[in-house]
C-alpha cells in the first residue's frame, strides 16, 4: 500500500492560513490524494481530495506539488474549530473492486489552533 | 436529515461476553464499513461490505463478525475471541466502492471491564 507521512503535530494561531504537509514519494498514477479530519471523540470527516490538479472547496485547498510526491492541505484562516487530527490518505481509484479502493488511516497530524 | 447513526455513544461489557454495535444509515449508499480506533492512532478496517448480502475482511477482522441483510443497516458484533477489545469502534458509507467520500458516524467507545 502506497503510504502517507506527516508531521505529528503543528501549532497555528487563529485567523491565520495553515499549511499542513504530506509526502508521499510512492504514489501510483492512479492514486487520489484524500485529507480527512477528526474532531476530538468524534468520527472523521472527509475535507477534500485531488488527483492531479489543485483542488479547492469551501472547506479548504489542496495543492499537489507537480511530481505528485508531496501535497499540501491548506486553511486559509485558522478558527479554534479546526484543531483536529488531519489526516492524508492515498486511495487507488485504478481499481473498483476488492480492498484496493478502501482508506488507509495513519497516524495524521494534530492541529492545535491558539486564540 | 440523511446520516449515520451509531448506538449507544459508550457501552460496557464484562469480559468474555459477546457484544453487538449497531450502525445505521440512511443515504442509501451500496458499501458500508467498520473501523477501529485504539488512542493515538489512526483507523484500522475491520470489515467492509460492497452490497447487501455481501462482506469482506479487512486488515484486522479476528475477533469480529458482520452481517448485512439490509442496505442501511450494517451490525458489529465483537466476540469474545477478540483480545483487546476496548476501543472507539467508527462505522462509515459511501455511495459506493469507487466513490471518493467516505462518511463516518459518531462512533461507540467500546470498554471492557
Known amino acids: 500500500d502506497a503510504k502517507t507521512t506527516q508531521p505529528n503535530s503543528m501549532e497555528s494561531n487563529e485567523e491565520e492560513p495553515v499549511h499542513l504537509p504530506c509526502n508521499h514519494s510512492?504514489?501510483?498514477?492512479?492514486?487520489?490524494i484524500h485529507w480527512y479530519r477528526q474532531l476530538p471523540s468524534q468520527g472523521p470527516e472527509y475535507v477534500i481530495h485531488?488527483?492531479?490538479s489543485n483542488v479547492n472547496n469551501r472547506m479548504a485547498s489542496l495543492a499537489i506539488a507537480e511530481d505528485r510526491k508531496s501535497s499540501t492541505l491548506i486553511l486559509h484562516r485558522a478558527t479554534l474549530r479546526d484543531a483536529a487530527v488531519y489526516y492524508c490518505?492515498?486511495?487507488?481509484?485504478?481499481?473498483?473492486?476488492?480492498?484496493?479502493?478502501?482508506?488507509?488511516f495513519g497516524k495524521g497530524t494534530k492541529l492545535s489552533v491558539k486564540p | 436529515d440523511g446520516g449515520i447513526t451509531q448506538s449507544p455513544k459508550y457501552l460496557f461489557r464484562k469480559e468474555g461476553q459477546n457484544v453487538t454495535l449497531s450502525c445505521e444509515q440512511n443515504?442509501?449508499?451500496?458499501?458500508m464499513y467498520w473501523y477501529r480506533q485504539d488512542p493515538g492512532q489512526g483507523l484500522r478496517l475491520i470489515y467492509y461490505s460492497q452490497i447487501v448480502n455481501d462482506f469482506q475482511k479487512g486488515d484486522i477482522a479476528e475477533g469480529y463478525s458482520v452481517s448485512r441483510e439490509k442496505k442501511e443497516s450494517f451490525p458489529l458484533t465483537v466476540t469474545s475471541a477478540q483480545k483487546n477489545p476496548t476501543a472507539f469502534y467508527l462505522c462509515?458509507?459511501?455511495?459506493?466502492?469507487?466513490?471518493?467520500?467516505?462518511?463516518f458516524g459518531p462512533g461507540t467507545r467500546l470498554t471492557v471491564l
Open positions: 485531488g488527483l492531479t
Open positions: 443515504l442509501n449508499h451500496d458499501a
Open positions: 510512492t504514489i501510483s498514477g492512479t492514486d487520489y
Open positions: 490518505i492515498l486511495r487507488d481509484g485504478g481499481y473498483y473492486g476488492g480492498s484496493q479502493g478502501n482508506l488507509i
Open positions: 462509515a458509507s459511501t455511495l459506493a466502492v469507487s466513490y471518493n467520500e467516505q462518511f
